[in-house]
């Protein structure tokens, strides 16, 4: 026990623990619930001790806490009051704990004499949470405060990372104490799972120099544990063509030639035709969900699976696994990069299998059709791509636009693609734009948001804050007036019933921009593209830009639903 000579409020223990924690910025919306803990973050934000930045929406707040945190490579901290405050976040908690983002969110509650009783604004968010989070408390004792928030870090920040909510009673905030718990860790629950995998990699290693036909799915896994360069080594070792999940773009440079693109649904025809003939898969950090895997009895049927995870429950969960090895992605590769074999050039080189993947590329790539008058998507992004140097932090929302910026970007980096995968959310982009933007400016980075209109119009009023902070942020709407992937459904799967896919009424962006005091471009024409484009980047500070697309411009090629990765619709013929 820990004490002290004067009382301290639980709200300024909060704070003083979050500044122990190295936390300088906070996300977050106040209300009834935590104007006390809001009264002692005014005293902190006016001492320059933290920095409070106010989205428009609580779960713009929790986005721009995401934005942050993969941009940053930190814990997001989020703040909201109780109630319709607390409920408005839980779509971008449940976003986070699917793409393991480490967010520690505190909601607001009622005091504790209040709760079950149907007390204003009162939600049970302690249960509500459950499901979505790698754990949850709710605050009982003031006593308890500083533990919890370690805890909850380090929980949040460990092994696979996620989302941990703390609810806080408002007499927690308010009530005093002069003494509370030790915070040095000792979760008798919480273990992180590790043991030595040098046996296991080099029979992972043996499996594959028997392969005539094998591939590496990397996933964010790759990334979450700073991977890169030990993925890079092994595959040039070993010749071996590397496909990345949608979150795992950037594990590989994307002009690196054993680099076959984003596999799965809206994946290249070279990585789709890889992870189908392929004889063996090594998946590292990907947890084989139906983006990728859309016929998982089918999935890799003629090859020898190993799945490499960091999360016990991922193993064999989807895809029945050969080998399942519970590890973190770096620990294995370095121990598979220092596995000793005989070089046997027929194995070890692959190269029958490489040429016959390198034709693919060739025959195959990623296209589109350029004849056309109109402003194309794709060819904006690759040119925005170009602008950009392959180097700029770049948000998507969610949707077409959302596919056509993994295909056409070319993603090098890290921490580099900010996207909502695993929940799909609509809305994300441009808080987390917001958060990303922040991270940004401090690293001396570029911010790029590729949003499409019905997303945008979701979550907008984020760029109050964004031209309030004076954020690098260069937003691109990719506009065709219409629910872009669903429309594209309607059209190939519903017999062209445009189910309330188009709005009857849209703004116009460029106006919007202005009243939020964003400069602004509208691209409508071909010959516009690269004249806008230097313009943009030629600007410091916030811009909008409505791109003008095809209503019926498709993200190509597709595979299905419910079919194998070889069943692809709409491949491009060099």
């Known amino acids: 026990m820990i004490t002290v000579d004067k009382p301290i409020s639980g709200a300024d223990l909060i704070v003083q623990t979050l500044e122990e924690l190295k936390v300088d910025k906070i996300f977050g919306y106040p209300g009834g619930a935590v104007l006390p803990?809001?009264?002692?973050?005014?005293?902190?934000?006016?001492?320059n001790r933290l920095s409070h930045i106010s989205p428009r929406h609580e779960q713009g707040a929790v986005h721009a806490a995401e934005g942050y945190a993969q941009a940053k490579d930190e814990v997001g901290v989020v703040i909201v009051t109780s109630g319709p405050g607390a409920t408005n976040a839980l779509t971008g908690i449940t976003n986070a704990m699917l793409d393991s983002t480490p967010l520690v969110v505190i909601t607001g509650q009622v005091h504790r004499p209040g709760i079950g009783y149907d007390a204003f604004q009162e939600a049970d968010i302690f249960g509500m949470t459950t499901p979505i989070t790698k754990y949850n408390y709710q605050i009982r004792d003031v006593r308890e405060i500083p533990r919890v928030l370690h805890e909850a870090f380090h929980i949040a920040n460990t092994g696979r990372k996620g989302p941990v909510v703390i609810d806080l009673p408002r007499d927690m905030q308010v009530n005093t104490t002069i003494e509370w718990y030790d915070t040095a860790i000792d979760l008798a629950g919480y273990r992180l799972e590790s043991h030595p995998v040098h046996n296991e990699a080099k029979l992972a290693v043996d499996k594959m120099l028997e392969a005539e036909r094998p591939i590496i799915l990397a996933g964010k896994g790759v990334l979450a544990g700073y991977a890169q360069d030990e993925l890079r080594?092994?595959?040039?070792?070993?010749?071996?063509?590397v496909?990345?999940?949608?979150?795992?773009?950037?594990?590989?440079?994307?002009?690196?030639?054993?680099?076959?693109?984003?596999?799965?649904?809206?994946?290249?025809y070279p990585s789709n035709m890889a992870?189908?003939?392929?004889?063996?898969?090594?998946?590292?950090?990907?947890?084989f969900d139906d983006r990728v895997a859309s016929n998982p009895q089918m999935f890799g049927r003629n090859a020898y699976i190993v799945h490499v995870d960091i999360d016990n429950k991922?193993?064999?969960?989807?895809?029945?696994?050969?080998?399942?090895?519970?590890?973190d992605s770096k620990a294995f590769l370095q121990a598979a990069n220092a596995v000793e074999v005989e070089d046997n050039p027929d194995h070890v080189n692959h190269s029958g299998w490489v040429k016959r993947f390198q034709g693919w590329k060739e025959r195959h790539p990623l296209g589109f059709n350029n004849d056309q008058e109109e402003v194309l998507p794709q060819d904006v992004i690759q040119r925005i791509g170009k602008?950009?140097?392959?180097?700029?932090?770049?948000?998507?929302?969610?949707?077409?636009?959302?596919?056509?910026?993994?295909?056409?970007?070319?993603?090098?980096?890290?921490?580099?693609?900010?996207?909502?995968?695993?929940?799909?959310?609509?809305?994300f982009g441009i808080p987390a734009a917001l958060g990303a933007g922040i991270a940004a400016k401090e690293q001396g980075k570029q911010v790029v948001a590729i949003i499409g209109d019905a997303g945008f119009q979701m979550t907008n009023q984020e760029l109050a804050a964004i031209r309030e902070l004076d954020l690098d942020v260069k937003i691109f709407i990719m506009n065709n007036s219409v629910m872009g992937m669903v429309h594209q459904w309607q059209t190939l799967f519903f017999d062209e019933n445009y189910s309330e896919?188009?709005?009857?009424?849209?703004?116009?962006?460029?106006?919007l921009s202005e009243v939020y005091e964003i400069p602004s471009y509208r691209i409508d024409e071909m010959d516009q593209i690269d004249e806008v484009l230097d313009k943009v980047f030629a600007m410091e500070g916030p811009v909008l830009v409505d791109v003008v697309i095809p209503e019926d411009e498709k993200?190509?090629?597709?595979?299905?639903?419910?079919?194998?990765?070889?069943?692809?619709?709409?491949?491009?013929?060099a």
Not at 254 to 259: N, V
Not at 276 to 287: F, K, Q, V
Not at 317 to 327: E, F, H, V, Y
Not at 414 to 425: M, N, P
């Open 37 to 47: 803990l809001y009264d002692a973050i005014y005293e902190a934000t006016t001492q």
């Open 233 to 241: 080594q092994f595959a040039e070792t070993y010749n071996i063509p």
């Open 243 to 268: 496909v990345t999940t949608l979150l795992g773009l950037g594990a590989m440079p994307h002009g690196h030639e054993l680099f076959a693109g984003m596999g799965g649904m809206h994946g290249s």
């Open 275 to 287: 992870l189908y003939e392929a004889d063996y898969i090594l998946n590292i950090g990907s947890r």
């Open 314 to 327: 991922e193993l064999g969960k989807i895809i029945a696994t050969d080998l399942p090895i519970l590890s």
């Open 387 to 427: 602008q950009t140097k392959g180097e700029a932090i770049v948000v998507s929302d969610v949707g077409q636009h959302q596919m056509w910026t993994s295909q056409f970007y070319p993603f090098k980096n890290r921490a580099q693609q900010i996207t909502s995968g695993g929940l799909g959310t609509m809305g």
């Open 501 to 511: 896919s188009a709005f009857g009424f849209d703004p116009d962006f460029v106006k």
């Open 555 to 573: 993200v190509q090629p597709m595979v299905p639903a419910g079919l194998n990765n070889n069943e692809m619709e709409g491949v491009y013929n």
